[in-house]
C-alpha cells in the first residue's frame, strides 16, 4: 500500500515550458486536491476533485489545470511557467466518510528559471 | 469566510520544555479539526484529529490537544519536547455543515525549534 505518490520528485523549467505533475493514490479515495507551499504562506489550495471526471478551483487556480480521468489519478499541469509558480506542490487525497482527513504524498519541488 | 489562525509563528524551545501551541477558528458551527506536522524536507503528517466526543484527544508521539468550543480554540500541547519535535505544525479545520466541507481550511503554521 503506497499511499499517496507524485511523480516527479524534483523539475527545473524554463520560463513559459509546460509540465504535468502527476499524483496516484491507492486507497480508492474520493476526493484529492493539489496545494502548493511557499514559505510564511502555509498551504494553499490550488484545485480539487470530488470524483472521477470532476474538477474544481481552489484558492490559487490561476496558471495550473487539472485532470482526474481515473478516480486514482490527478494530474496538474502547468501550461506557461512562470517563476511565480517556484514551489512545493503537494497533492493529498481523503475519503467522504473520513471527515476530510487529509492523507499527503511527498511533494515535487519546482523551480521556474 | 472561515479562517484558522495560528498565533504563533516560530516557538524556540529547550529540550523538555512544555509546548503549547494556539489555533483559533472562525467557523460557528460543527467541525472537524487536525493537527498535523512536516518534519524538515518531508510531507504533512497527521498527528491528532478531533471529531466528536472527548474534547482532549491525544496524538501520536506524546502530543494532545483540547476543543475548547466556547473559544472556538483547538491548542497543541506537550509536556516535555525533544529535539526530534523540530517541525513546522498546522492546524486545520473542517466546517461540517459548510457547503463547502470538502476542503480543509489551514492555519499559516508555526514553526518550531527546538534546542538540544
Known amino acids: 500500500n503506497a499511499g499517496v505518490t507524485q511523480t516527479p520528485k524534483f523539475r527545473v523549467l524554463k520560463t513559459g515550458q509546460s509540465m504535468t505533475l502527476l499524483c496516484a493514490q491507492d486507497?480508492?479515495?474520493?476526493?484529492m486536491y493539489w496545494y502548493r507551499q511557499d514559505p510564511g504562506m502555509g498551504l494553499r489550495l490550488i484545485h480539487y476533485s470530488v470524483g472521477e471526471g470532476t474538477t474544481a478551483k481552489g484558492e490559487v487556480p490561476d496558471g495550473y489545470n487539472v485532470s482526474r480521468l481515473k478516480k486514482q489519478n490527478f494530474l496538474l499541469g502547468l501550461e506557461s511557467a512562470a517563476p511565480s509558480q517556484t514551489s512545493v506542490y503537494f497533492c493529498?487525497?481523503?475519503?467522504?466518510?473520513?471527515?476530510?482527513?487529509?492523507?499527503f504524498g511527498p511533494g515535487t519541488r519546482l523551480t521556474v528559471l | 469566510a472561515q479562517s484558522v489562525s495560528q498565533h504563533n509563528h516560530h516557538v524556540i524551545l529547550s529540550e523538555a520544555a512544555s509546548l503549547e501551541l494556539g489555533c483559533n477558528y472562525s467557523?460557528?458551527?460543527?467541525?472537524?479539526l487536525f493537527w498535523y506536522v512536516q518534519y524538515p524536507g518531508q510531507h504533512l503528517q497527521l498527528l491528532l484529529k478531533y471529531f466528536s466526543g472527548d474534547p482532549l484527544v491525544k496524538g501520536i508521539k506524546g502530543f494532545e490537544a483540547e476543543f475548547i468550543k466556547s473559544k472556538f480554540s483547538f491548542n497543541l500541547r506537550k509536556p516535555s519536547v525533544q529535539w526530534s519535535d523540530t517541525a513546522e505544525y498546522f492546524c486545520a479545520v473542517n466546517a461540517r455543515e459548510d457547503g463547502n466541507n470538502r476542503k480543509l481550511i489551514w492555519g499559516l503554521g508555526t514553526s518550531l525549534a527546538v534546542n538540544p
Open positions: 486507497m480508492n479515495h474520493e476526493y
Open positions: 493529498a487525497s481523503s475519503y467522504i466518510a473520513g471527515g476530510n482527513e487529509q492523507f
Open positions: 467557523y460557528g458551527g460543527t467541525v472537524n
